[in-house]
């Protein structure tokens, strides 16, 4: 048997391959031996016919692609690079990526190529909750792992769905429900999470700052506050405690949507219970206003004292296999290296590190501004990887565009059949999960060995031989001269020396290690209540709902939320192409509450359209009683999503707001319409 990693979503499950089939390790600790449904298919979309498998080359997105050699295509990369300026050069990176993969991009983009304008598809789910994790506790660091679950009297699920979107972390929570652990679910839909809740909470869509103020204000009311940890280790409690107690209670409750009564449940819930963990993902961080709300719920448990302790604090819920790792290497526009931010000290030491001179001194964009800046044809050359940046991004006709207007767009990838391939100019083929080795690390931390399952296709290559080759052709090829992930993975360890404290511990694991178990970083940083903050203490925010998304109206009446479905992942690259995935539900539908539907005399499984100021796209009706009235689901396997949503920004993370687009609902009449 060899073991491995899954590399699905951010719970990371230990498996073991025996030729034949994959099936959950037993001793792994994340997941001790369970397996979800597309974790055990993962080796069929390695054999699935909608691979890459050749390089290919046009000069114009209007040409059909030629066959050429790596050769040609690498010298190609590497003198429109030479050419030119790297502020007009960009990369776009992915979770999908092993650390390894990560680290050399990095590297290369920002080290010796010297652009800023490194970024990765985490900017879309993860960004939010990194900034918060900075500004509350001076770094971006999860405290609480999935085994404290079993340690925690009470659950609080807000702005997610792990039912659906991490299989086997909410068939524990199930398991350790019938030990007494208590569930409360936050959420506009009554998710399949929500349906195995103690108490279920249906908040209008946009009102989660609201909610957590007035929790907040409860407590300071109901001296429920615990005021040795928040005056020994917070900073501006006084002041927050003076801003809070000046909002309007009644306003507040209003504007959830919530009975007082179902408050008054959730608060006494709260106060009975010892030990808390709450669990949030996309539905907080994918908002205009994601950080604050980070900040909200974040609040709550300084106020009450419930973290720094077994079985009690947030629990940011990472949505894929890497995210973690990418953002350990510094796989972020305002990141540097190693969870180095950009100033001159950090610079001066990333570049003695890596012996060069050209690091960049400040953030570069983020994904939406490197179109946003591609729109002003100030980007010439973007490489993409693993990732699919025409589906995934916001806006897409704008995201079209902008492509459009980039003279050199390199795609690697593994697969043939993305959105975005329509509009590169060279794909390059790449080795994906299974036929690759490196290390990931899953949501809380913890750093697994990824093995190489079965033979690599015969012209792929690894991503960091792809980024190693450009180097080296580049003229840095003394920098980048290595012959497996184990030289690239020690050269990583050593930088991690650099980070701030030395939490980023990495250093005392190694590939022998981590092939016969996991390792998990920064264990205990905050047991002493001491953060990494100037002073030491961590960081209170006041923050209002400042009602920034975009807003219904009489032509737009109604609100879309976006989210994962179980049995797939993302676009269904990969997962749409597994018969044992797709033969139990249609995976094209839009949820809509029975009361609209019947206003709108739309039956369950009639074609309808949706369409916002940017788009449309053409759906089946999923008439439910499980969503709140003037709110629609759609799954975001749907690749036609993002033509519906909107482009806004939080301003601090720069992710997008994916779930508060202004949307209309109609059924189609004609048969004009058809359905990709």
């Excluded at 500004?135 to 807000?158: A, C, H, N, Q, T």
């Excluded at 953030?363 to 693993?386: D, M, P, Q, R």
């Amino acid at each position: 048997m060899i073991k491995s990693v899954c590399g699905y979503c951010g719970v990371g499950c230990g498996i073991e391959f025996d030729e034949l089939k994959l099936v959950g390790d037993l001793a792994y600790p994340t997941n001790e031996g369970l397996i979800c449904a597309k974790g055990a298919s993962e080796l069929q979309s390695v054999l699935t016919a909608t691979r890459l498998l050749r390089v290919k080359s046009r000069d114009n997105i209007d040409e059909e692609y030629k066959e050429i050699g790596w050769d040609e295509a690498i010298e190609k990369i590497a003198i429109k690079i030479s050419q030119t300026n790297p502020k007009n050069i960009a990369f776009y990176l992915s979770g999908q990526l092993m650390t390894e993969d990560y680290y050399i991009a990095n590297k290369l983009a920002k080290g010796f190529i010297g652009t800023n304008h490194l970024d990765t598809n985490s900017r879309t789910c993860m960004a939010s909750a990194v900034v918060a994790h900075k500004k509350v506790f001076g770094v971006d660091y999860v405290p609480v792992r999935m085994d404290d679950l079993k340690e925690s009297d009470l659950l609080i699920l807000v702005g997610a769905n792990p039912a659906e979107a991490h299989v086997v972390l909410f068939n524990k929570i199930k398991k350790l429900k019938k030990q007494g652990l208590k569930l409360i679910v936050i959420d506009p839909r009554l998710t399949e999470s929500a349906k195995y809740a103690d108490l279920y909470l249906p908040i209008k869509v946009g009102a989660d700052i609201d909610f957590l103020n007035l929790v907040a204000i409860r407590l300071i009311e109901d001296n429920k506050i615990d005021e040795e940890f928040v005056y020994n280790h917070c900073n501006d409690y006084d002041a927050l405690k003076k801003q809070l107690l000046k909002l309007p209670k009644t306003k507040l409750l209003k504007r959830t949507g919530l009975s007082k009564e179902l408050f008054e449940e959730f608060i006494q819930m709260f106060y009975e219970n010892e030990n808390i963990i709450s669990a949030w993902t996309m539905g907080l961080n994918q908002s205009s206003q994601g950080t604050d709300k980070n900040f909200a719920l974040i609040n709550l448990h300084l106020l009450s004292g419930k973290i720094c302790k077994k079985g009690n604090g947030p629990f940011s819920l990472t949505g894929q296999p890497n995210a973690m790792g990418g953002r350990e290497v510094g796989g972020l526009a305002t990141m540097l290296a190693v969870h180095l931010d950009y100033n001159e000290e950090n610079v001066a030491k990333v570049n003695e590190f890596w012996n060069t001179t050209n690091t960049p001194t400040s953030n570069g964009l983020t994904a939406v501004e490197i179109f946003e800046e591609a729109l002003k044809e100030n980007i010439e050359v973007l490489i993409i990887c693993h990732t699919d940046p025409i589906y995934h991004l916001p806006n897409r006709k704008k995201m079209e565009k902008a492509i459009s207007k980039i003279g050199l767009v390199i795609e690697i990838n593994a697969y043939e059949n993305s959105e975005t391939a329509a509009f590169a100019h060279i794909r390059l083929p790449a080795s994906p999960w299974g036929e690759k080795e490196g290390t990931q690390t899953n949501l809380d931390r913890t750093i697994t060995k990824q093995e190489r399952l079965t033979r690599r296709s015969i012209d792929c290559k690894d991503d960091w031989e792809i980024f190693a080759s450009i180097a080296q052709k580049l003229g840095y090829g003394d920098k980048f001269n290595y012959s497996c992930p184990e030289d690239i993975f020690k050269e990583y360890q050593k930088m991690c020396y650099l980070s701030k404290d030395a939490h980023l511990d990495i250093y005392k694991t190694s590939y022998a290690e981590l092939r016969t178990k996991p390792f998990i970083w920064g264990k205990g940083l905050f047991d002493k209540k001491e953060f990494l903050t100037p002073n030491k203490k961590a960081n209170l925010f006041f923050v209002t709902n400042k009602l920034l998304s975009e807003k219904t109206n009489k032509i737009y009446p109604f609100t879309l939320l976006t989210g994962r479905t179980r049995d797939q992942w993302h676009s269904g690259t990969k997962t749409g192409f597994v018969d044992s995935l797709n033969k139990f539900k249609k995976h094209n539908f839009v949820e809509i509450n029975s009361d609209d539907a019947k206003e709108l005399e739309i039956k369950d499984g009639e074609k309808v359209i949706i369409q916002s100021q940017r788009g449309e796209l053409v759906s089946f009706a999923k008439i439910v009683d499980t969503i709140l009235p003037k709110t629609i689901f759609i799954p975001i396997t749907n690749r036609e999503i993002n033509f519906l949503t909107d482009d806004l920004l939080d301003p601090l993370s720069k992710e997008p707001d994916y779930n508060h687009s202004a949307v209309k609902i109609k059924k189609v009449y004609s048969t004009n319409y058809e359905i990709k």
